[in-house]
């Protein structure tokens, strides 16, 4: 039986000699003065940060884990040591340090086989309590594979164990293999009638687990969209848990767990429940109504909601004023702050960057894909100042997010042409990418890409302020979204650029770097690749000059390419490339003089695939065009291989565009 505390007195005298007469009281051999005195220290430490400081310092925890261990002691005893455990840690985060360092985790997950429900209990107190901090061992959970059964298996035994066990597993699910681990455990099966459950403390924790454990997963999305409680679908209980008469917290955090099922396919952004539930749901979380920290998530949330769906863009920027509501979490605070608001003045500091990042990266998802989406979002009050300064914020997740805004917007050609260049974006961007991480510099070099845009008014300063070297150092690194989007921008730089910005390129990039990306295992790095080589070689006298100097080269790449295990894409830009060296005036000669290349071209003429008879016919054209000098010695040798009469074999070619290209190179046979 427990000791009735209700008459004791508290007794929490500062000093080392009162915490050497507990130390003392607790190694006595009396048990029940021991008890006693384990129940005085709970009462002393509760609410009392130095005292468990204190007390911690004189080698408690030892103490209460040999209790706990002892499987001879009393239950009672052992159950007030895990409660004293418990009530430590809920001080200081050096408090839960330590205790994890004295191994107390790894022992409670153990005490959870215990047969006493009140011992079971006090141990997941303090497992809470540790696991809910900021000092949380995660992985300790998993050490063991029996655990994470186990507490399933004794989650349903009261109140308590379903309070706790859910708030553990919420904050331990960090990654996908833990999703997994739970996903196969049967955490779906047995925590959804927790959603349902009449005590807020138990169905909120619960709510959470569903939060983290649908998170960018398909599958544990799919089985939880598919689960049912009592006849009613998991996906229609949460849509109730949306409901207004619900707690602020419940309302997020289920229009949350419907967005994560939505992303993952497991939801269609059309159904019902995204569109009148789970939307509205978040952005009346992003009113001036609710708490700086709700809205801060609300936008957050509905951002990634609505990132990649160009019908929840468009439905959410005319619903309830949207646009301006996001705008004013960029002035804010609103008013100067005073003496007399002193004391919110490091709240609203905190909450300024918060807001800020969230509403740029709404407006960033909101601005995606659709142009009268963008102008409006433009057209609000100085809403370009405002990114502009976010480039330069000195908070990380401000610049980040003001980055993918300004490439949200960077895809409006009318943009490019007008704010962009009003307001110079492109210079603190440059400046931005100097000294950035992959992640900044994976979403500002895909900006740059845009702002390199032949049309756009950004492309010549930006050329005079080294954006070459800086592109061509991204082709360098490893991570292939950085060497797409450096290829990708050269790429952009080039069409129908000077033959001084094409020289520019090349001596920056070398003939190395560009016949390496040419063998890249990245399908897109080479088709970009491609793409850049392809708009060098535009302009006869460019083809010329380039051909002039690294012919050879070029021409055993695309050797290389065409008798690879290549897409019909790769294959077919490459053969684009053929087709405007075919158009050189000495470039042809490459190819006039290369049997190889030649028979490879006339085999594609007859491919099965349409697009790759289009591009070799095309190059057949320019080869024998009758104005140009040397046309009938080219012609002859074509004749020659049988190209004329694979041309009148395809005039039977039901595709139009094929039978134009196959007539023009007809009409050019003399």
Same mark, same amino acid.
């Given at each position: 039986?427990?000791?009735?505390? !209700? ?95 004295? $191994? ?18 006090? =141990? ?45 597993? +919420? ?20 925590? *959804? ?43 229609? &209980?949460?849509?109730?848990? =949306? ?65 990649? /769906? ?48 969230? %509403? ?45 805004? &300004? ?14 260049? /009003? ?55 490893? @991570?292939? *979204? ?6 990708? %921008? ?17 001596? *920056?990039? $070398?003939? @190395? ?68 060296? !075919?158009? $050189? ?7 006039? %003089?290369?049997? @190889? ?10 491919? +099965? ?5 289009? +591009? ?13 000098? $040397? ?40």
């Amino acid at each position: 039986m427990l000791m009735d505390t !209700s008459d004791m007195i508290c007794d929490t005298y500062p000093g080392d000699m009162v915490g050497r007469e507990y130390m003392e009281n607790l190694y006595g051999e009396d048990m029940d003065r021991v008890l006693h005195s384990v129940v005085k220290l709970k009462n002393a430490v509760i609410g009392n940060n130095k005292q468990k400081f204190h007390m911690m310092s004189l080698g408690v925890v030892a103490r209460l884990l040999e209790f706990i261990q002892n499987e001879r002691a009393a239950v009672g005893l052992r159950t007030e040591s895990a409660i004293v455990l418990g009530s430590l840690a809920k001080g200081s985060q050096a408090n839960v340090k330590r205790l994890v360092d004295s $191994g107390v985790v790894p022992i409670l997950l153990q005490c959870l086989n215990n047969s006493n429900l009140k011992f079971v209990e006090g =141990c997941l107190r303090c497992l809470r309590s540790i696991f809910t901090s900021q000092a949380a061992p995660v992985d300790l959970l998993y050490t063991d594979p029996g655990v994470v059964p186990h507490m399933l298996d004794i989650v349903s035994q009261s109140p308590t164990t379903q309070e706790c066990i859910c708030s553990i597993l +919420a904050q331990c699910c960090k990654t996908s293999e833990h999703q997994g681990l739970l996903y196969s455990n049967g955490v779906i099966e047995s925590l *959804a009638p927790l959603l349902a459950s009449k005590m807020y403390k138990v169905q909120m924790p619960a709510l959470r687990v569903f939060c983290v454990i649908t998170y960018m997963n398909q599958i544990v999305s799919s089985a939880v969209a598919s689960a049912s409680v009592s006849e009613r679908s998991l996906p229609d &209980l949460l849509v109730e848990l =949306c409901l207004r008469d619900k707690s602020v917290e419940m309302q997020m955090s289920s229009a949350k767990c419907l967005t994560y099922m939505c992303r993952a396919n497991a939801l269609s952004s059309q159904d019902s429940k995204i569109v009148y539930k789970a939307l509205p749901t978040l952005i009346r979380m992003c009113k001036k109504d609710r708490s700086l920290e709700e809205r801060v998530e609300g936008a957050e949330t509905l951002a990634y909601l609505i990132e990649v /769906d160009l019908e929840l863009q468009r439905i959410a920027s005319y619903s309830d004023h949207l646009i301006p509501t996001l705008s004013e979490f960029l002035r804010y605070p609103s008013t100067q702050t005073t003496v007399m608001d002193l004391k919110r003045l490091d709240y609203d500091m905190k909450h300024s960057h918060e807001l800020k990042a969230a %509403a740029l990266m709404a407006f960033a998802s909101l601005g995606a894909n659709d142009e009268d989406i963008r102008k409006k979002i433009i057209e609000t009050e100085n809403l370009m100042d405002h990114v502009v300064c976010g480039l330069s914020d000195p908070v990380v997740r401000v610049r980040l997010a003001a980055v993918r805004c &300004l490439h949200s917007l960077s895809r409006s050609v009318q943009q490019l042409r007008t704010s962009f260049q /009003d307001h110079a974006v492109w210079k603190p961007l440059m400046k931005l990418l100097q000294n950035a991480d992959d992640d900044m510099l994976t979403v500002a070099s895909s900006t740059l890409c845009n702002l390199l845009l032949e049309f756009s008014p950004s492309k010549e300063p930006m050329l005079e302020s080294g954006a070459v070297d800086l592109l061509c150092d991204l082709t360098k690194r490893d @991570d292939p *979204a950085l060497r797409l989007n450096g290829i990708w %921008a050269l790429m952009n730089m080039a069409f129908q650029a000077e033959q001084k910005v094409k020289s520019q390129i090349l001596a *920056a990039l $070398g003939t @190395d770097q560009l016949f390496k990306l040419l063998s890249d295992p990245d399908v897109n790095v080479l088709m970009k690749t491609l793409g850049l080589l392809r708009n060098l070689l535009s302009n006869k006298p460019h083809i010329d000059h380039i051909m002039g100097m690294h012919g050879q080269q070029i021409m055993q790449a695309i050797v290389l390419i065409l008798e690879g295990e290549h897409t019909i894409e790769v294959k077919e830009q490459t053969l684009c490339i053929l087709a405007n060296i !075919s158009d $050189g005036t000495t470039a042809k000669d490459f190819i006039m %003089a290369n049997d @190889d290349v030649l028979k490879k071209i006339t085999n594609y003429m007859i491919h +099965a695939n349409v697009r790759l008879q289009i +591009a070799a016919t095309f190059c057949i054209s320019n080869l024998v065009w009758n104005e140009e000098e $040397g046309a009938l010695e080219r012609q002859m040798k074509l004749r020659d291989m049988g190209v004329q009469k694979l041309l009148q074999q395809l005039l039977s070619s039901s595709d139009t565009v094929l039978f134009d290209k196959v007539k023009t190179a007809l009409q050019q046979f003399t």
